[in-house]
C-alpha cells in the first residue's frame, strides 16, 4: 500500500496559518510541541491567516494549511515535530482509521488583515514521533550509507534480515559504525510496522497518510490538500489495502 506525505495545496489557495510572538511567548509551544513529546496540558492556539496576494479579501481555507513564520512581521517559527494544521471535516475523517499516539489541539483562525473576517476552528494534528522505537526490527533490512542519503550516497555494510532484531540493538550497532564510517547512519530500508496504522510521521515534520486514508479524502471531496508520494523506503503496516 502507498503512502503520502500531505501539505496544502497552493494552486487551491495560497492563505497560510502563522503563530502571533505574543501567542509563543504565552503558551510557549516550542516548549511543549515536539518531536517525540505531546503536549499534555493543551490550550487553544490563536493562528493568523495569511495572503501575499489578498490583503483585504476573507480567507479562502483548505482541508490543510502550512504552517509559516515571519520575522518581520513578529511571526514566530513553529515548533519541531510532526504534525500538520487541518480542518475539523478531515479530523472527522482521519479518527476512522488508527494511528500511531498524537494529540489534536483546537486553533483559533482569524484573517490577519481584515478584522471582520470570521474566525474559524481548525486542529493541529501532531504526531508523536516513535519511528525507531516501533519498527519491526526482524522484518528489516539495513544499510550503512552517507548521512547525505542521496542517489550519490555509498553503501558501506549491509545487515539483512534478522541480524538487527530490537531497537536497543540498532542504537548499538549505531554507535558503532558512526565509530568506524564517520559520517554515515544506519538505514532501514523499509518501515515496517505491527500495528495497523494508516496515518504516522513522514518525511522531516510532514504527516504520512495511506492510499486508503487519501482515497477516502477524495471520494469525500476535500478540497486544498497536495498528495506527494512517499518514496524515500517501502512503508508497511499492519493495516488491510
Known amino acids: 500500500m502507498k503512502f503520502y506525505n500531505i501539505q496544502q495545496d497552493k494552486k487551491y489557495t495560497d492563505w497560510v496559518a502563522m503563530l502571533p510572538m505574543s501567542e509563543e511567548k504565552r503558551l510557549g509551544l516550542s516548549h511543549h510541541i515536539k518531536r517525540d513529546t505531546l503536549w499534555s496540558d493543551p490550550h487553544d492556539i490563536s493562528m493568523k491567516m495569511l495572503s501575499r496576494q489578498a490583503l483585504k479579501s476573507t480567507v479562502k481555507y483548505g482541508s490543510i494549511h502550512d ?43 482569524t484573517n490577519f488583515y481584515n478584522d471582520s473576517d470570521d474566525e474559524r476552528i481548525y486542529h493541529l494534528l501532531h504526531v508523536k514521533d516513535q519511528h525507531y522505537p516501533k519498527l519491526l526490527y526482524n522484518s528489516i533490512d539495513f544499510a550503512v550509507i552517507d548521512l547525505a542519503d542521496d542517489a550519490e550516497s555509498r553503501t558501506y555494510r549491509t545487515f539483512q534480515k534478522g541480524q538487527i532484531r530490537s531497537y536497543e540493538t540498532y542504537q548499538q550497532i549505531a554507535a558503532e559504525t558512526a565509530g568506524e564510517f564517520p559520517g554515515t547512519y544506519v538505514k532501514p530500508l523499509s518501515w515496517v510496522y505491527e500495528e495497523p496504522w494508516e496515518f504516522l510521521w ?40
Open 202 to 241: 513522514g518525511g522531516g515534520t510532514k504527516v504520512m497518510v495511506s492510499e486508503n486514508i487519501k482515497r477516502r479524502i477524495e471520494q469525500q471531496g476535500l478540497m486544498g490538500i497536495s498528495f506527494e508520494t512517499f518514496t524515500r523506503v517501502e512503508v508497511i503496516t499492519g493495516a488491510a489495502v
Open 67 to 109: 504552517w509559516m513564520q515571519d520575522a518581520a512581521i513578529d511571526m514566530a517559527a513553529p515548533p519541531r515535530g510532526c504534525k500538520a494544521i487541518i480542518s475539523p471535516e478531515l479530523r472527522t475523517l482521519l479518527q476512522e482509521f488508527q494511528g500511531p499516539e498524537h494529540g489534536l489541539y483546537t486553533m483559533r483562525m
